[in-house]
């Protein structure tokens, strides 16, 4: 296995891409098969949509069944399985990250809620043994916008890849009648009409 060059916290696309396969690598050599779905700025650069360093990789579900991959049926990724544990602490060592490069801190939005139809628009890809389920455009603006706004508003990162996105009208107010579900509260509520508008504006 090739060993990555270690820079700042966060990390190139190119490295975070030889991370997973070589995850995918490690679970094929013991014979195993995971399922996970992503979200965040990794999915965003393999959607193509964002080239920045991302600093770790969200795992938002883990899948059962159909292979791990199209067809799977999603879950909560608390905790993750096992195998795939103990590949993302062997590429960690093996490529100088992080230990906690890869993780499922995300899945906690499913105490709230994920946007609708979520789980029939996740994009499948194979590396070796592991099924790595992207989640759609569509899903990543919903995400975003509540991320925006449930952090520093218009000054985040997230708001920064909301615009990368590229969210039509129709989109946005999807995606802020769904964050406004997530969080009732008057200044939420405020912040994320305040993201919405700038949004409107800056693209």
């Known amino acids: 296995m090739h060993r990555g060059r270690r820079g700042s916290r966060g990390q190139t696309p190119a490295t975070i891409l030889m991370a ?10 013991e014979g195993e098969t995971v399922g996970i779905v992503v979200v965040g700025g990794t999915a965003m650069v393999l959607r193509g949509v964002a080239t920045r360093l991302t600093e770790d990789v969200d795992v938002i579900a883990t899948a059962k069944g159909a292979g791990g991959g199209q067809g799977a049926h999603i879950e909560r990724a608390d905790p993750l399985p096992k195998s795939l544990l103990r590949a993302i602490a062997r590429v960690a ?19 709230l809620d994920l946007p609708p139809g979520f789980e029939g628009r996740i994009h499948w ?16 603006v919903f995400l975003k916008l509540y991320a925006a706004a449930d952090s520093e508003g218009p000054e985040s990162i997230h708001y920064q890849d909301l615009l990368a996105l590229r969210p039509s009208q129709e989109e946005l107010e ?7 579900a997530q969080d009732t509260s008057p200044e939420f509520s405020r912040v994320l009409d305040e993201v919405v508008g700038h949004v409107s504006k800056d693209h």
């Open 20 to 29: 997973i396969k070589a995850v995918g690598e490690l679970l094929a050599a």
């Open 93 to 111: 060592r093996d490529f100088d990250l992080p230990p906690d490069w890869m993780n499922s801190v995300v899945t906690a939005q499913w105490d």
């Open 125 to 140: 890809e194979q590396h070796g043994g592991l099924a790595l389920g992207v989640a759609d455009r569509v899903d990543l």
């Open 174 to 180: 999807a995606a802020a009648r769904w964050s406004r």
